[in-house]
């Protein structure tokens, strides 16, 4: 089966039509990435082990041949994936097929005295605790946080670059208090930049205390030793997580639930986004650029559609979905332990994949679309009527209690024009030489506040 066949065959578009998602992530949630970190993680224990226990069995072991062991992690790959799956046909089980498979290589390696050792004192969900959390760990800070932050900064540089480009602003979709493009991308870009924090801060915790979480087992071997202080060592040094030191069999998947309630707030914020641009190009505040030989429409050649940023909205629906779906799943467990939550961990890498894939629809959609300066300029100059806020704001500086029943009346669902506005100002008696020039020389466009310095704000 060729490339092309095998796409028009998948199930999911990320595996297909989307098919760069799978190349970003299949490294970090693909079930070859599951079985991967197993491996690592298991070699990592027996590494712990020979480094920091005294045994007659792991007192044979030079350590000066680490990297040998190591090996078997390092340099795993698709024949190495092949065998566990192999093996795991005949043991049906996923964690104790690795360990056989770690089994083997020690034995070509002359370790054979090491087999015992794999493994030794774990429960299955130490494994997998662990794996996942690597897993989440390295998807989000190679794959998703890069794109996010690519969307964030692009969303700063538009900014930065329409910051002093007037427009009419909207509340309740009716003319309101002008801004400047720049700024409403500022507003985004700022959200962004709060949302990936949060995610940042997020602590991937693992566990590695046995079956029900009282080190029990390896407890019965090595009594004299402190196992709560081990384990913590072990996660922390030498795979770079954060200790859970209270748990059922299963970690308790709370740091998991953060994270997805972080990336579907992101999310969030860039579906907000999509809605507005949407509305912004019906409006014609932007124009999108063709792009030769594209089609718009089946029947109307004229259509320039923003597909993009629908295609990002569908999409976020999906990964929101799964995120939610993911976050009310997983932290409950029956008792001790119950195995619904391994197959529900599965679908991690949709929720990021889905969520990768509208970011970048979103950014394909910004990097066609321009800003209709004249039509933005129009708009402005039609509706002087939103300079009823100043004026009134300024007559109450005067001690005129009812200036904003007075502009109510003379604005209020009417369409004001430039002679309006400054035949009215002509009237203010009470105003001062400066007050009556500021209002004077005001229009929409220069309406604008801080909106220039906000648009500029260093984030």
């Known amino acids: 089966m060729d490339k092309q066949q095998f796409e028009s065959m998948t199930l999911c578009p990320l595996d297909g039509r989307y098919g760069f998602v799978k190349e970003a992530l299949g490294d970090y949630f693909s079930e070859y990435a599951l079985v991967k970190y197993r491996v690592y993680v298991e070699i990592q224990w ?109 969303l700063d540089e538009l900014a930065f670059e329409h910051a002093s480009v007037a427009m009419l602003a909207h509340t309740h979709g009716q003319p309101a208090t002008p801004t400047t493009i720049g700024k409403e991308f500022k507003v985004y870009a700022y959200r962004m930049l709060e949302s990936i924090k949060k995610i940042e801060a997020i602590e991937m915790k693992a566990k590695f205390n046995g079956a029900t979480g009282n080190y029990s087992a390896i407890l019965s071997c090595f009594s004299q030793v402190d196992w709560q202080v081990m384990a913590k060592k072990f996660v922390e040094e030498y795979l770079g997580l954060t200790f859970n030191p209270l748990t059922t069999q299963i970690e308790s998947h709370d740091y998991t639930c953060h994270i997805l309630d972080g990336v579907r707030h992101f999310n969030n914020i860039l579906v907000d986004l999509d809605v507005d641009m949407w509305l912004y190009i019906s409006m014609e505040y932007f124009k999108q650029i063709p792009v030769k030989g594209e089609v718009g429409s089946s029947t109307m050649p004229h259509k320039v559609n923003p597909i993009r940023f629908e295609n990002s909205e569908a999409n976020v629906d999906l990964s929101n979905s799964l995120c939610v779906s993911l976050s009310n799943k997983l932290p409950k467990s029956r008792m001790q332990r119950d195995l619904s939550d391994s197959s529900s961990q599965r679908n991690l890498g949709l929720a990021f994949g889905y969520s990768l894939q509208a970011i970048s629809e979103t950014l394909n959609g910004l990097a066609k679309c321009v800003v209709n300066v004249d039509k933005v300029a129009s708009d402005l100059d039609g509706k002087w009527e939103v300079l009823a806020e100043p004026i009134q704001t300024v007559l109450r500086k005067y001690g005129i209690s009812d200036a904003y029943d007075t502009l109510k009346e003379l604005t209020r669902g009417k369409s004001i024009s430039k002679e309006d506005i400054l035949a009215f100002v002509e009237t203010l008696d009470v105003l001062s030489p400066e007050d009556r020039d500021v209002l004077i ?18 984030l």
């Open 46 to 154: 027996l590494k712990f082990l020979l480094e920091n226990m005294e045994s007659d069995v792991l007192k044979q072991f030079d350590k000066s041949k680490m990297a040998s062991i190591e090996a078997i992690s390092d340099n795993f790959n698709y024949d190495s994936f092949a065998r566990i799956k192999e093996i795991e046909g005949v043991t049906r089980h996923d964690v104790k097929a690795v360990e056989y498979f770690i089994d083997e290589q020690l034995v070509e390696l002359g370790f054979d005295y090491l087999q015992s050792f794999v493994h030794i004192g774990c429960t299955s969900e130490d494994i997998n605790n662990t794996s996942y959390a690597c897993m989440l760990r390295d998807g989000l800070n190679k794959v998703w946080l890069p794109k996010a932050k690519e969307m964030m900064t692009h």
């Open 441 to 458: 020389h005001m229009s929409p466009a220069s309406y604008i506040g801080d909106a220039v310095a906000l648009a500029k704000i260093k």
